[in-house]
């Protein structure tokens, strides 16, 4: 079973500009979530999306959105970026959502300049 | 605020030698933990988990023991192997709040050959 699939691997982008990662769960996986990691932070929970819809929210601001498609695969979205959004940005996927160990892909490293 | 700490920020310990990762919880909903292991440039590596139903639970090599009277938690690793040398996490969610994962900051277990 292929595992959780995240592009682009690296990301470059200038203050201001806006950004999209995407992430393609584990197959038969309904849930996707997405942590960022920082050095000063850790890991730290963005959103969580089951069957297309929001269910969980983290403490971000606005400009951090997300969305999740019919087949699962799912989006962020980053607008205005800021220096502080580099970091390390994870998905993970799993089976219903509920007390059931996350599978993480390898992430996007977003650099912004 | 830290909900989840792991006091810790590294670790050494001989191969073939037992590793002890500890973690502290302030959340009494929490009512599930899982540690990951997390190499350079690769997302997180799920471990063991326990239900807070449990206060032991085993996985060849890894145990992980839980002490919800202290809210406390921790990884047992015998034997220890270079291999396993990474950034240990450990991570706590409420039954109610679906994948949204607590993170502790983690811990660096360096085994010495």
């Known amino acids: 079973k292929a595992g959780v699939t995240q592009t682009p691997r690296y990301l470059i982008k200038t203050r201001g500009q806006q950004v999209t990662l995407s992430c393609s769960p584990i197959?038969?996986?309904?849930?996707v979530s997405w942590y960022q990691q920082t050095p000063g932070q850790g890991l730290q929970f963005l959103f969580e999306y089951f069957s297309e819809t929001q269910r969980n929210k983290g403490n971000f601001p606005g400009r951090f959105s997300g969305r999740q498609f019919s087949n699962s695969r799912s989006e962020m979205n980053v607008s205005t970026l800021e220096l502080g959004d580099s970091a390390l940005y994870l998905c993970?996927?799993?089976?219903?959502?509920?007390?059931?160990?996350?599978?993480f892909g390898n992430g996007t490293r977003l650099t912004v300049t | 605020d830290q909900q989840v700490k792991q006091n810790s920020p590294s670790l050494s310990v001989q191969e073939g030698r037992i590793s002890i990762l500890n973690c502290d919880y302030t959340?009494?909903?929490?009512?599930?933990f899982l540690w990951y292991k997390k190499y350079p440039a690769e997302g997180p590596t799920f471990l063991i988990s326990?239900?807070?139903?449990?206060d032991k639970n085993e996985d060849g090599r890894f145990t992980v023991f839980l002490n919800k009277s202290a809210k406390h938690l921790s990884l047992h690793i015998v034997p220890s192997q270079p291999g396993d040398s990474a950034v240990y996490f450990c991570?706590?969610?409420?039954?109610?709040?679906?994948?949204?994962?607590?993170f502790g900051t983690g811990t660096r277990l360096a085994v010495r050959p």
């Open positions: 993970a996927s799993s089976p219903a959502g509920n007390n059931s160990p996350l599978h």
């Open positions: 197959s038969g996986h309904r849930s």
């Open positions: 326990i239900s807070s139903i449990k």
């Open positions: 959340n009494s909903m929490f009512d599930y």
């Open positions: 991570a706590a969610s409420e039954e109610s709040s679906g994948d949204k994962l607590t």
